[in-house]
């Protein structure tokens, strides 16, 4: 993917989380993080500063598009993206990862792609809801929506990735 496409692709994802934020709202335990999605796809060989960087701006984007806790999406994305290099080491081989350019189902396969969505989805929420309101509730509601919105998102993240990747920013 190149970078006109790759920043056409994060605005999208940036208009569809406000769209999201704004007019959906599913159950107050529910929050879909769709701003994700930009970060798991950099390419493989990008130095984790630059992906830290460019999580920082998606994030303070969404964090000021819409009422919310001010640095809450930076601070989750850029945990996402400091651990994203590490992530894929543990989902990948490393003569998979020789040849990796763009993590995506096509590169890692339908299942690996799930399980790197699935464990970036999981460090992502361990920060928000920590951030958030872990000192507000009791463990069982914040493990509860901490299930609920990792498996939520998941879901969402494949949906999303099979209509805009394989679609108008696919590039393949």
Request: net charge positive; glycine share 6%.
């Amino acid at each position: 993917m190149n970078g006109t496409r790759f920043l056409l692709l994060t605005v999208v994802v940036l208009l569809i989380q406000l769209f999201v934020a704004e007019f959906i709202n599913v159950h107050h335990m529910l929050y879909i993080a769709v701003t994700l999605l930009p970060v798991m796809i950099l390419p493989y060989r990008y130095n984790r500063s630059v992906a830290m960087l460019i999580a920082l701006a998606i994030g303070l984007l969404t964090d000021l598009s819409y009422d919310g806790v001010p640095g809450l999406n930076a601070a989750a994305l850029v945990a996402a993206a400091f651990f994203r290099d590490p992530l894929l080491n543990v989902t990948v081989s490393k003569s998979a990862r020789e040849t990796l350019s763009v993590p995506s189902p096509h590169t890692l396969g339908r299942g690996r792609f799930t399980l790197f969505t699935l464990l970036l989805y999981s460090l992502f929420f361990i920060f928000y809801i920590a951030l958030d309101n872990v000192l507000y509730f009791s463990f069982f509601y914040t493990f509860g929506r901490f299930i609920l919105n990792v498996l939520a998102n998941t879901a969402v993240m494949m949906i999303l990735e099979s209509t805009l990747l394989r679609g108008p920013f696919g590039g393949r």
